[in-house]
């Protein structure tokens, strides 16, 4: 029994590592559309502190969500093994966890565009993607708040998915 649950603890961590690079990849990929046309690696090249602030946010934002996210399918897993993984409530139960993945790294993004859509509204004295192109760092710390602020939040939205469909 304790060789069976060491294999299933290195599954799901083989899992978690897999998933948390691809939802690196997919928040790196998506930071362009975010930093409104900002060459992220040329100013990271250049030394822009600013741009490295929002690209380490960003990076916290999606780990903080697939962490939840990690949880749900490690729990989807357990599940599948105490039903019979190729069982159909197994399969479900591998099926949610995964969808409540997506769904929460989709949400996670989708919101994160949208705060600091909103913040750039409100703010209408300061161009904030303008600002980190310059490399003020102020501006870059402010938004990264908003941004890790709202990774926050849509973990708990998360989680609740995770409590729904497990």
């Excluded at 996210?69 to 039903?83: F, N, Y």
């Amino acid at each position: 029994m304790l060789w069976a649950n060491a294999i299933i603890g290195i599954i799901q961590l083989i899992v978690a590592i897999i998933l948390a690079v691809v939802a690196l990849y997919i928040g790196y990929s998506v930071l362009s559309k975010i930093t409104k046309g900002i060459d992220e690696e040329k100013e990271l090249a250049k030394g822009n502190t600013a741009v490295g602030v929002i690209i380490a946010s960003v990076f916290i934002a999606i780990a903080v969500v697939v962490q939840s996210g990690v949880s749900g399918i490690s729990l989807g897993i357990s599940k599948a093994l105490a039903v019979g993984f190729s069982s159909f409530d197994g399969l479900v139960a591998i099926g949610g966890a995964f969808l409540q993945l997506v769904l929460g790294i989709l949400l996670a993004v989708g919101a994160i565009y949208l705060a600091l859509n909103i913040l750039d509204r409100l703010t209408k004295g300061v161009s904030e993607f303008e600002e980190i192109r310059k490399g003020n760092v102020a501006v870059a710390l402010e938004m990264a708040g908003v941004i890790i602020a709202t990774a926050v939040i849509i973990q708990s939205g998360v989680m609740g998915i995770t409590a729904a469909l497990i």
